[in-house]
């Protein structure tokens, strides 16, 4: 994390202990395979529906990870289950050794995980700047007594805030915007000023969910510079995105799900030409005529 604390702060360890348990009496401990986030057995069912079935991934530190997948594939249930969204039915989810799954979703932020989202999640009436503060605040001690006192260490974190705020505005290329309320921005910046709002939460991993939706080709270029450069800070990227360029052309390492099932997972090339692979997002046989 050497190169975000240039950007957006110093980074403090969290969590609980390193042991590979929740702590719960009773609950199964999974052996750590040395990732810095492993999904052990993870089933997710809701009724009647297994969203995620058995799924087995770990993602090491430093890589940018892609998980594709036709529509309903279950992706978006993954990136739920990691941040604390859903509690897995069956299985557990490790982050840096230890286990997260169960845990609140404040508690997976303080862990260093962020996320941004399929349909953009922004203060509308917020300006930029303030947008990326609120992420900023994950990491802040004091509250709202201290803000409405004016003690001295809150004024203090304020302004650190902000400065934050403004660094990471740059890095993703959108600080002329931002005093802007968040609502004026182009579609593209407000994809970035949400970036930039889950990097001030100082993530070890960042969870981006379609980020290129709705970008034009100059714009998603852009992006994957962004996400190189991102990665290239030490930040962990595991990506959910229906562009196969850029998906084929940024990421170090790819798993596939069908019907919440992994079908396949190795590097871009190996993925894309495999025959279950082209068989889930064609609907037929790759030898069919």
Do not use: C, W
């Not at 799954?101 to 917020?126: C, E, P, W």
């Not at 309320?181 to 970036?195: F, S, T, V």
């Not at 998603?220 to 562009?243: C, M, N, P, S």
Request: charged share 25%; glycine share 14%; proline share 4%.
């Amino acid at each position: 994390m050497k190169g975000l604390n240039k950007i957006g702060g110093v980074v403090k360890p969290g969590g609980a202990s390193k042991s590979g348990k929740s702590g719960k009496a009773g609950e199964r401990s999974f052996a750590p395979r040395g990732g810095l986030l492993e999904l052990h057995h993870v089933v997710m069912r809701f009724g009647g529906v297994t969203a995620i079935n058995g799924l087995d991934l770990t993602i090491n530190a430093g890589e940018i990870f892609a998980v594709i997948g036709p529509n309903g594939a279950g992706k978006t249930t993954v990136f739920n289950v990691v941040t604390g969204v859903y509690q897995p039915t069956e299985g557990g989810v490790l982050f840096d050794g230890r286990r997260i799954d169960g845990s609140k979703r404040y508690q997976v932020t303080k862990a260093g995980i962020a996320r941004t989202f399929q349909n953009i999640r922004l203060f509308h009436n917020m300006s930029a700047v303030e947008n990326v503060m609120v992420g900023a605040d994950a990491h802040h001690r004091t509250g709202f007594v201290s803000a409405g006192l004016g003690f001295p260490r809150h004024r203090k974190e304020e302004r650190e805030g902000r400065e934050t705020a403004r660094r990471l505005l740059d890095f993703v290329g959108v600080a002329h915007r931002g005093d802007e309320a968040a609502k004026n921005l182009p579609y593209g910046d407000q994809r970035r000023l949400e970036i930039a709002r889950a990097l001030a939460t100082r993530p070890k991993l960042l969870l981006l969910d379609e980020p290129a939706a709705g970008m034009n080709p100059a714009e998603k270029e852009a992006l994957q510079g962004l996400i190189r450069r991102i990665r290239d800070t030490g930040v962990t990227v595991l990506l959910i995105e229906h562009d196969m360029r850029l998906v084929m052309g940024i990421s170090d390492r790819v798993a596939v799900l069908d019907f919440g099932q992994k079908i396949a997972e190795g590097q871009p090339r190996e993925v894309q030409n495999n025959p279950r692979v082209i068989e889930a997002y064609l609907g037929a046989p790759a030898d069919a005529s």
